[in-house]
C-alpha cells in the first residue's frame, strides 16, 4: 500500500531582486491499496508531476509523508526503489545504444543474475512487441518505439508499484493502446499501477479510483462512476469541470 500523508512541495520564484514562495503540491494525502490502478488526473502545470516525484522518491515532500509497505525512503530507500518504477512521457534514454543493451544495464543495476536476465530480456521484448526494433540503436526509433524501450526498462526488475506519468503524451493510437494494454495485463497480476494523465478518457477505461489536482490541491478522489453519478455527467472530462467550477461537492 502507498499512503500519502499531508504531503506539501515548497519552491522559491526569483524574479528579478524579487523572490517569492510557491506550492505545486499543498496538503495532499492519499490512499492507494494493492492490486488497484489509480488515477491522478488534471490539467498541464496541476501539480500532478511533482506529486509522482515524490512518491517516486525522485523529489522530497517539503512537509508530510510517502509511507510505501509502511516504510519511508528516508530510512529503507534502496528497498522501495527495487519495488517501483517510474515513467514518464520524456524520459530520456541514452542514443547510441540498443534496447536490449539498455535492458542488460539496468539489469545490471538491479543485481538481477545473468542466467535469469537474458531470459528476462527476452520475456520483456516479448511482451512489448519489440523484436522487431530490439538490436536498433535508440537514438533511430520512433516516438513510440522509444516509449515502449522505457516501459521495458521499468518492465526489467518486476516492480510492485508502477508510476506512470503522461506515458502516451504524444504518441500514437498502437503505441498508446500497447501501454494501456500492459497497464491492464499488470493489474491481473496484483500489481499497483498510479497513472498520471490528462487524458480523461484513458483514465476512465482503466482506473479503479481517481484523485482531481487542481492548482496543487486535491479537488475530488472517488471511483469514477461515483463521480459522474455525482456529477451527473457522462465523462470524467465533464465532471472535472462541473467539480472545479463548485457545482458540485463529493
Do not use: W
Given at each position: 500500500?502507498?499512503?500519502?500523508?499531508?504531503?506539501?512541495?515548497?519552491?522559491?520564484?526569483?524574479v528579478g531582486k524579487k523572490s517569492?514562495?510557491?506550492?505545486?503540491?499543498?496538503?495532499?494525502?492519499?490512499?492507494?491499496?494493492?492490486?488497484?490502478?489509480?488515477?491522478i488526473l488534471g490539467q498541464n502545470?496541476?501539480?500532478?508531476?511533482?506529486?509522482?516525484?515524490?512518491?517516486?522518491?525522485?523529489?522530497?515532500?517539503?512537509?508530510?509523508?510517502?509511507?510505501?509497505?509502511?516504510?519511508?525512503?528516508?530510512?529503507?530507500?534502496?528497498?522501495?526503489?527495487?519495488?517501483?518504477?517510474?515513467?514518464?512521457?520524456?524520459?530520456?534514454?541514452?542514443?547510441?545504444?540498443?534496447?536490449?543493451?539498455?535492458?542488460?544495464?539496468?539489469?545490471?543495476?538491479?543485481?538481477?543474475?545473468?542466467?535469469?536476465?537474458?531470459?528476462?530480456?527476452?520475456?520483456?521484448?516479448?511482451?512489448?512487441?519489440?523484436?522487431?526494433?530490439?538490436?536498433?540503436?535508440?537514438?533511430?526509433?520512433?516516438?513510440?518505439?522509444?516509449?515502449?524501450?522505457?516501459?521495458?526498462?521499468?518492465?526489467?526488475?518486476?516492480?510492485?508499484?508502477?508510476?506512470?506519468?503522461?506515458?502516451?503524451?504524444?504518441?500514437?493510437?498502437?503505441?498508446?493502446?500497447?501501454?494501456?494494454?500492459?497497464?491492464?495485463?499488470?493489474?491481473?497480476?496484483?500489481?499497483?499501477?498510479?497513472?498520471?494523465?490528462?487524458?480523461?478518457?484513458?483514465?476512465?477505461?482503466?482506473?479503479?479510483?481517481?484523485?482531481?489536482?487542481?492548482?496543487?490541491?486535491?479537488?475530488?478522489?472517488?471511483?469514477?462512476?461515483?463521480?459522474?453519478?455525482?456529477?451527473?455527467?457522462?465523462?470524467?472530462?465533464?465532471?472535472?469541470?462541473?467539480?472545479?467550477?463548485?457545482?458540485?461537492?463529493?
Amino acid at each position: 500500500m502507498i499512503l500519502v500523508q499531508n504531503v506539501y512541495k515548497k519552491f522559491i520564484k526569483n524574479v528579478g531582486k524579487k523572490s517569492s514562495i510557491f506550492y505545486a503540491v499543498q496538503d495532499i494525502s492519499l490512499k492507494i491499496e494493492e492490486g488497484t490502478i489509480y488515477g491522478i488526473l488534471g490539467q498541464n502545470g496541476a501539480g500532478k508531476t511533482t506529486l509522482l516525484r515524490m512518491i517516486s522518491g525522485i523529489m522530497e515532500p517539503t512537509k508530510g509523508n510517502i509511507l510505501i509497505d509502511d516504510s519511508c525512503y528516508k530510512n529503507d530507500s534502496e528497498n522501495i526503489k527495487n519495488k517501483v518504477a517510474f515513467l514518464s512521457g520524456n524520459t530520456k534514454l541514452y542514443e547510441n545504444i540498443t534496447p536490449k543493451e539498455l535492458l542488460h544495464i539496468f539489469g545490471d543495476i538491479y543485481g538481477i543474475p545473468k542466467d535469469i536476465l537474458n531470459n528476462r530480456i527476452r520475456e520483456v521484448i516479448g511482451l512489448l512487441n519489440m523484436q522487431k526494433f530490439q538490436d536498433n540503436k535508440i537514438g533511430n526509433l520512433s516516438t513510440g518505439q522509444v516509449q515502449r524501450t522505457n516501459l521495458a526498462r521499468c518492465f526489467i526488475h518486476d516492480p510492485k508499484y508502477y508510476i506512470f506519468d503522461e506515458a502516451t503524451s504524444g504518441l500514437d493510437v498502437i503505441s498508446s493502446q500497447i501501454i494501456i494494454d500492459f497497464i491492464k495485463e499488470e493489474k491481473k497480476r496484483g500489481k499497483t499501477i498510479i497513472y498520471s494523465t490528462h487524458y480523461m478518457e484513458e483514465a476512465e477505461n482503466i482506473c479503479d479510483y481517481v484523485a482531481f489536482i487542481d492548482h496543487g490541491q486535491k479537488i475530488c478522489e472517488n471511483t469514477p462512476g461515483k463521480i459522474l453519478d455525482g456529477t451527473k455527467t457522462s465523462n470524467l472530462r465533464d465532471a472535472f469541470f462541473e467539480i472545479i467550477r463548485g457545482n458540485y461537492e463529493i
